[in-house]
């Protein structure tokens, strides 16, 4: 289901079972509504300068809002999104706005799959930002996974990935485990309710082989 911010027209969010799963503004793509959004954009940003091209993979689609995000601020990235269900991308390109920008290519399928055809240290920045109900999918929560996504990044390359959870943020603990068995550096950004266990939320773990 679509459904429109009667506060703010140009706003579209995208609910997959009754659950927030994106939100997008349609006049202004560098407007994101959903804080944890914000914080990866945040990174992004201190990232590369505005401006600078990028190799982004974006693991789950949905609305495409941190795509387009980097396609406004940084319109000489490539980016890959890979999304597994086709419908959200049907409905991203029929209701959302979504259309081909010249280099952003949508491929519908499985990233545990699809990861294994990308080259090696081809990529600046993979967000993980992909659920099955209130969780990251199982097939994305490996420790081959993990060492795909190290693999596939460039050497001071960051994975950003969203984490829903609730006190005492068991999931978030268990995918801090598994990053850092392949990177050196992880760091968690969230409210600071959440990181004090008190209120559930989304956490997004940063990792990276250099400093953050």
Known sequence: EVVADPQRPSTRTLLLDGREAGQVDLADPRRLGFAYMRRIADLIDAFRPPGTALDVIHVGGGPCALARYVEATRPRSRQVVWEIDPGVVALARAHLGLRAFPRLR?????????????????????????????????????????????????????????????????????????????????????????????????VVLLASGHPL
Request: no cysteine; hydrophobic share 50%.
């Open 106 to 202: 949508i491929k519908v399928g499985d990233a545990a799959e699809l990861i294994r055809e990308r080259p090696d240290r081809s990529a600046d920045l993979v967000i993980g930002d992909a659920f099955d109900g209130p969780d990251v999918p199982a097939a994305l929560s490996t420790a081959a996974f993990v060492a795909e996504v190290r693999r596939v990044l460039r050497a001071a390359g960051v994975y950003a990935l969203n984490v829903v959870d609730l006190p005492p943020l068991e999931a978030v603990g268990a995918h801090d485990a598994l990053l850092r068995e392949a990177f050196a550096h992880v760091a968690w950004v969230a409210p600071p309710g959440v990181l004090r266990g008190r209120a559930p939320g989304n």
